[in-house]
């Protein structure tokens, strides 16, 4: 069973400011992994698939990388809306799903 | 456009049953599969479990195999999540979400069951 683990597991950022998020598989899932947002009292939202494809209505300051164990959500200037707990998600051996643990972006 | 649409609030006592649903609308159902996640109070989101309504093909997480039922009616493209004895660690939020082969990841979501087990 794969295992997901996201770091760091909260991210202190300001406004405008850019926020990086780290995920990692403990094998390699290929590109096959999606970034999920959530805020709360909201179901979660389908950010990223296959690694670095944004998802219909997604602004471009979203961004995905990476590919085998180490994956990348990339905010480039946040905004108010953007603070929230995300999620990466494994597929690789479809349909069996693994998330990871989740990274909080806090207001700095 | 593809919605979900969960049923509602269930507050129940340890050892009752539960089933919940999830009803999908607005495409092709013999495409998709459904999902079924859980969020425990202030934690992260598990993967529970998947169903191919059109066969009832069903896979469980490990960690959740033998603990819960996933059944599926085609004919009211609906899916289920069931126990058949409640405890108070299942209190959390459920979530259905669509997948598919070619749309594997999970898209939409259903809206969320809150399930509370308490005596």
């Known amino acids: 069973e794969k295992v997901m683990t996201q770091s760091p597991d909260t991210l202190s950022v300001s406004p405008g400011e850019r926020a990086t998020l780290s995920c990692r598989a403990s094998?390699?899932?290929?590109?096959?992994l999606a970034w999920y947002q959530q805020k709360p009292g909201q179901a979660p939202r389908l950010l990223i698939y296959d690694a670095s494809t944004r998802a219909t209505g997604i602004p471009a300051r979203f961004s995905g990388s990476g590919s085998g164990t180490e994956f990348t959500l990339t905010i480039s200037s946040l905004q108010s809306e953007d603070f929230a707990v995300y999620y990466c998600?494994?597929?690789?051996?479809?349909?069996?799903?693994?998330f990871g643990p989740g990274t909080k972006v806090n207001i700095k | 456009e593809v919605q979900l649409v969960q049923s509602g609030v269930e507050v129940k006592k340890p050892g009752e049953s539960l089933k919940i649903s999830c009803k999908g609308s607005g495409y092709n159902f013999s495409t998709y599969w459904f999902a079924w996640v859980r969020q425990m109070p202030g934690k992260g989101l598990e993967w529970i479990g998947i169903i191919y309504p059109v066969d009832s093909d069903t896979r469980y997480s490990p960690s959740f195999q033998g603990q819960v039922t996933i059944s599926a009616d085609r004919s009211i493209s609906t899916a289920y999540l069931q126990w058949s004895s409640l405890k108070a660690s299942d209190t959390a939020v459920y979530y259905c979400?669509?997948?598919?082969?070619?749309?594997?990841?999970?898209?939409?979501w259903g809206q969320g069951t809150l399930v509370t087990v308490s005596s």
């Open positions: 094998q390699s899932v290929s590109t096959n």
């Open positions: 979400a669509t997948s598919s082969a070619s749309h594997i990841w999970f898209d939409p």
């Open positions: 998600q494994e597929y690789h051996n479809w349909p069996l799903f693994t």
